[in-house]
């Protein structure tokens, strides 16, 4: 009988969690209609650079026949793996969503399952705060209905999507190993975590670790110690930074090198800092379009300008945080989830924020990061809890009259506001002429729907008050308003007409690059282009074509090419040299059609192995740029290293060097030297190369490049892009997975076991 009972429970457990991945399915089917089906794609610059890019990989493999450790496609050079760019092979989950390959299904429902995931995330969570069915649901469409998390799809933010989908699974797990300590708990949080750093959005996994903090702060605050929690825990955050070690490991090394790591370990301040929030932009939370709807209709404050999206929180999110702050509403997991949400508010006002600076310059591995924004996403998300919190409060109360006034009252404030707002304060916000009938039309359209909205609902809670409504009918109703709400918004972000572009129309697009692609296919390689102008919105189009281009996009690209960045345009003989050390042959540009000019007699590059008379070392890179800032500057005479200038010949007319074999990962130099002579490689320095066949110590020269004192006589020098690091920390990953998995399952069927 015991079974037949529990069987039952399961079975309702199911039933509902059907209702609830089909409701989920359903609202997000319709949402992308127009690119599930293949017609629409997003093609954003930022959904094109890595799409670009992992072009230019597919067609290195299948040219070399190995995966390229390193990428020449972009910035002369950087490394794939360290750079957390084509990662997907270390994100366990994609065996399985590699599935969906097999069914020809379009690439977006890699980002959709995700974000149905992270909606399921939330409806799990609640049940497990007791919050009842249709509660929960309805905290799980509120999420998935964000604003931010749909416009990370939209603008090729997949990786922070993808990301996010794990913070309530994370915090679920948190709460389930704080109420029970045992291995099936620690096994399970471990997995949730690996997964979710694995998928290599490594500020998203920042702040859910940030979130664990807080936690364990407010139970050292509120409760007694428990040891073995904390012991637990413990392991499971270890655990899981194991399991992801594949990626973190190689990006920790390659943060030193990047611009992340320009001052004091992370990214300089002020760079780190654009895209901060403001209490200004909060007024978006209740009004979406208020400074625009991003792009060339934003008008606000944040910098650089705001071009993607409005923050939005939903009506009824913040008519339930009122009420419940109004009601003094007192809960543990409650008030935990309302720190949770005002210091992540905090935190997304970065530079407006007074304490962000204290925190950048302080915290572990803060200072890493930037766009203070993205803390919107915790701060979204733990707000939707307090305002489900707040919602299931009043609901189990709802027979209390003064009650339901309380939120009668809520709405009506919020109303009048609204209507005053639609014919008095409008007029008076002070907008650019350009731009003042777009918004103000963009204002009155969210005001309508928002008075309609709130009228409605008034309606409908003053009916109960003398009219007996089943708190399943008022939930429901809520749900439909809240969809129609949320779903407005976002097929706004969707439907934005400057991303969402017909299929045939990027086919389209790709046909020159094609074309370009068969124009230098037999141009001698290996040599490097510059792209004199953009084609389109497509970044890094360049490395679609295999070509090797010195410019680019990547966020956290190499800090020893960027340092010149600023003086390219203001000191040209900076970027004359600069291109003559990277070995530009080529001028590409778009003019409705392809030119290519050659740059070798304007510019006379240096080969790609050249020989260095005279190395000098210098301190600051200001002696460098100032020495690069000749026109009488040669590196083949005289370079420049920060590092000790090692002993070696001047070349004569009888020294030779030459590349034997270039790939990607391996350059074979063939030499034949009276004496040791000093050999500059125009290839990007980076610290993972290493020459193999002999002890040959490779040192960066001209704050960019490769160079070595080769040994005289006859050699063979082999140098190759060591990613052992990559090879042990991958093996690490899966053995740590496999124990976790172990705990699960092992703790699981010893449960089942003893039940039965």
């Given at each position: 009988?015991?079974?037949?009972?529990?069987?039952?429970?399961?079975?309702?457990?199911?039933?509902?969690?059907?209702?609830?991945?089909?409701?989920?399915?359903?609202?997000t089917?319709?949402?992308?209609?127009k690119?599930i089906?293949?017609?629409y794609?997003?093609?954003s610059?930022?959904?094109?650079?890595?799409?670009?890019?992992?072009?230019?990989?597919?067609?290195?493999?299948?040219?070399?026949g190995?995966?390229?450790?390193?990428?020449?496609?972009?910035?002369?050079?950087?490394p794939t793996?360290?750079?957390?760019?084509?990662?997907?092979?270390?994100?366990?989950?994609?065996?399985?969503?590699?599935?969906?390959?097999?069914?020809?299904?379009?690439?977006?429902?890699?980002?959709?399952?995700?974000?149905?995931?992270?909606?399921?995330?939330?409806?799990?969570?609640?049940?497990?705060?007791?919050v009842?069915?249709?509660?929960?649901?309805?905290?799980?469409?509120?999420?998935?209905?964000?604003?931010?998390?749909?416009?990370?799809?939209v603008?090729?933010?997949?990786?922070?999507?993808?990301?996010?989908?794990?913070?309530?699974?994370?915090?679920?797990?948190?709460?389930?190993?704080?109420?029970?300590?045992?291995?099936?708990?620690?096994?399970?949080?471990?997995?949730?975590?690996?997964?979710?750093?694995?998928?290599?959005?490594?500020?998203?996994?920042?702040?859910?670790?940030?979130?664990?903090?807080?936690?364990?702060?407010?139970?050292?605050?509120?409760?007694?110690?428990?040891?073995?929690?904390?012991?637990?825990?413990?392991?499971?955050l270890?655990?899981?930074?194991?399991?992801?070690?594949s990626?973190?490991?190689?990006?920790?090394?390659?943060s030193?090198?990047?611009?992340?790591?320009?001052v004091?370990?992370?990214?300089?301040?002020?760079?780190?800092?654009?895209?901060?929030?403001?209490?200004?932009?909060?007024?978006?939370?209740?009004?979406?379009?208020f400074?625009?709807?991003?792009g060339?209709?934003?008008?606000?404050?944040?910098?650089?300008?705001?071009?993607?999206?409005?923050?939005?929180?939903?009506?009824?999110t913040?008519?339930?945080?009122?009420?419940?702050?109004?009601?003094?509403?007192?809960?543990?997991?409650?008030?935990?989830f309302?720190?949770?949400?005002i210091?992540?508010?905090?935190?997304?006002?970065?530079?407006?924020?007074?304490?962000?600076?204290?925190l950048f310059?302080?915290?572990?591995?803060?200072?890493?990061?930037?766009?203070?924004?993205?803390?919107?996403?915790?701060?979204?998300?733990?707000?939707?809890?307090?305002?489900?919190?707040?919602?299931?409060?009043?609901?189990?109360?709802i027979?209390?009259?003064?009650?339901?006034?309380?939120?009668?009252?809520?709405?009506?404030?919020?109303?009048?506001?609204?209507?005053?707002?639609?014919?008095?304060?409008?007029?008076?916000?002070n907008?650019?002429?350009?731009?003042?009938?777009?918004?103000?039309?963009?204002?009155?359209?969210?005001?309508?729907k928002?008075?309609?909205?709130?009228?409605?609902?008034?309606?409908i809670?003053v009916?109960?008050?003398?009219?007996?409504?089943?708190?399943?009918?008022?939930?429901?109703?809520?749900?439909?308003?809240?969809?129609?709400d949320?779903?407005?918004?976002n097929?706004?972000?969707?439907?934005?007409p400057?991303?969402?572009?017909?299929?045939?129309?990027?086919?389209e697009?790709i046909?020159?690059?094609?074309?370009?692609?068969?124009?230098t296919?037999?141009?001698?390689?290996?040599?490097?282009?510059?792209?004199?102008?953009?084609?389109g919105?497509?970044?890094?189009?360049?490395?679609?074509?295999n070509?090797?281009?010195?410019?680019?996009?990547?966020?956290?690209?190499?800090?020893?090419?960027?340092?010149f960045?600023?003086?390219?345009?203001?000191?040209?003989?900076?970027?004359?040299?600069?291109?003559?050390?990277?070995?530009?042959?080529?001028?590409?540009?778009?003019?409705?059609?392809?030119?290519?000019i050659?740059?070798?007699?304007?510019?006379?590059?240096?080969?790609?192995?050249?020989?260095?008379?005279n190395?000098?070392?210098?301190?600051?890179?200001?002696e460098?740029l100032?020495?690069?800032?000749?026109?009488?500057f040669?590196p083949?005479?005289?370079?420049?290293t920060?590092?000790?200038?090692?002993?070696?010949?001047?070349?004569?007319?009888?020294?030779?060097?030459?590349?034997k074999?270039?790939?990607?990962?391996?350059?074979?130099i063939?030499?034949?030297?009276?004496?040791?002579?000093?050999?500059?490689l125009?290839?990007?320095?980076?610290?993972?190369?290493?020459?193999?066949?002999?002890?040959?110590?490779?040192?960066?020269i001209n704050g960019?490049?490769?160079?070595?004192?080769?040994?005289?006589?006859?050699?063979t020098?082999?140098?190759?892009?060591?990613?052992?690091?990559?090879?042990?920390?991958?093996l690490?990953?899966?053995?740590?997975?496999?124990?976790?998995?172990?705990?699960?399952?092992?703790?699981?069927?010893?449960?089942?076991?003893?039940n039965?």
């Amino acid at each position: 009988m015991n079974l037949i009972k529990n069987f039952k429970i399961n079975k309702n457990k199911i039933i509902k969690l059907s209702i609830v991945v089909a409701t989920l399915f359903l609202i997000t089917s319709f949402l992308y209609q127009k690119f599930i089906n293949g017609t629409y794609i997003f093609a954003s610059g930022d959904y094109f650079a890595p799409k670009m890019v992992s072009e230019s990989i597919k067609n290195l493999k299948n040219i070399y026949g190995e995966y390229p450790y390193w990428l020449p496609s972009i910035f002369g050079g950087m490394p794939t793996i360290h750079s957390l760019q084509n990662i997907s092979n270390y994100y366990m989950p994609n065996f399985f969503l590699n599935i969906l390959k097999l069914f020809s299904t379009p690439e977006i429902w890699t980002q959709l399952i995700h974000l149905i995931f992270a909606g399921l995330g939330v409806y799990v969570l609640l049940r497990f705060l007791k919050v009842d069915f249709l509660i929960s649901l309805f905290g799980s469409i509120l999420f998935l209905l964000t604003p931010y998390m749909n416009v990370c799809i939209v603008h090729g933010h997949g990786s922070q999507i993808m990301t996010a989908a794990y913070i309530p699974w994370i915090c679920l797990a948190m709460l389930k190993l704080w109420n029970q300590q045992n291995l099936q708990n620690l096994g399970l949080l471990a997995i949730l975590i690996g997964f979710q750093l694995q998928r290599g959005h490594i500020q998203i996994a920042y702040y859910t670790w940030l979130m664990i903090a807080i936690f364990i702060l407010y139970k050292i605050i509120t409760s007694k110690l428990v040891p073995k929690f904390y012991y637990y825990l413990i392991g499971s955050l270890l655990s899981g930074f194991l399991m992801s070690i594949s990626i973190i490991w190689p990006s920790y090394l390659y943060s030193e090198h990047s611009i992340r790591g320009a001052v004091k370990g992370g990214a300089a301040l002020d760079y780190a800092t654009n895209w901060s929030f403001s209490a200004y932009e909060m007024i978006t939370f209740i009004i979406p379009s208020f400074y625009g709807f991003g792009g060339k209709t934003y008008w606000g404050t944040i910098q650089p300008a705001m071009t993607d999206f409005p923050n939005y929180l939903g009506i009824f999110t913040v008519v339930f945080v009122i009420y419940g702050f109004i009601k003094r509403f007192k809960n543990n997991i409650y008030i935990y989830f309302l720190l949770l949400s005002i210091f992540f508010l905090l935190l997304s006002f970065g530079k407006n924020f007074f304490l962000f600076e204290t925190l950048f310059n302080y915290m572990p591995f803060f200072n890493k990061f930037r766009v203070p924004m993205m803390a919107l996403m915790m701060f979204q998300f733990s707000i939707i809890i307090v305002s489900v919190l707040g919602f299931q409060s009043f609901i189990k109360t709802i027979n209390n009259k003064i009650n339901s006034k309380y939120l009668i009252g809520i709405l009506s404030v919020l109303l009048i506001f609204f209507i005053i707002f639609k014919f008095l304060i409008i007029d008076l916000i002070n907008i650019r002429e350009e731009l003042l009938v777009a918004i103000k039309n963009m204002i009155h359209a969210d005001l309508n729907k928002l008075i309609i909205i709130l009228s409605t609902t008034i309606i409908i809670t003053v009916y109960s008050l003398y009219n007996t409504i089943k708190n399943k009918t008022y939930i429901i109703l809520f749900i439909i308003l809240a969809v129609i709400d949320m779903y407005a918004i976002n097929q706004q972000i969707i439907d934005n007409p400057a991303i969402a572009t017909k299929q045939s129309i990027i086919q389209e697009m790709i046909l020159p690059l094609d074309d370009l692609k068969k124009m230098t296919k037999d141009i001698k390689k290996p040599y490097r282009i510059i792209s004199l102008t953009g084609y389109g919105q497509i970044r890094n189009w360049a490395a679609y074509a295999n070509l090797e281009d010195i410019t680019g996009y990547h966020p956290a690209k190499l800090k020893n090419y960027a340092k010149f960045e600023p003086y390219l345009n203001t000191y040209p003989n900076i970027a004359r040299n600069l291109f003559r050390l990277l070995n530009v042959k080529k001028m590409i540009n778009w003019n409705g059609n392809w030119e290519i000019i050659s740059a070798e007699e304007n510019l006379r590059p240096v080969n790609r192995v050249f020989f260095v008379d005279n190395l000098i070392k210098y301190n600051k890179d200001e002696e460098l740029l100032l020495a690069m800032n000749s026109d009488q500057f040669n590196p083949t005479q005289l370079s420049y290293t920060k590092s000790d200038v090692p002993k070696f010949k001047k070349s004569n007319l009888n020294s030779k060097a030459v590349i034997k074999k270039w790939s990607p990962n391996k350059i074979i130099i063939e030499t034949d030297l009276e004496n040791d002579n000093f050999i500059g490689l125009s290839e990007v320095y980076y610290p993972n190369w290493q020459i193999t066949n002999h002890n040959i110590e490779i040192i960066e020269i001209n704050g960019l490049l490769r160079g070595f004192v080769a040994p005289k006589g006859k050699n063979t020098i082999i140098m190759q892009f060591n990613h052992n690091d990559i090879k042990y920390s991958s093996l690490i990953s899966i053995i740590v997975f496999f124990i976790m998995l172990s705990f699960c399952l092992s703790t699981y069927l010893l449960t089942t076991k003893n039940n039965y």
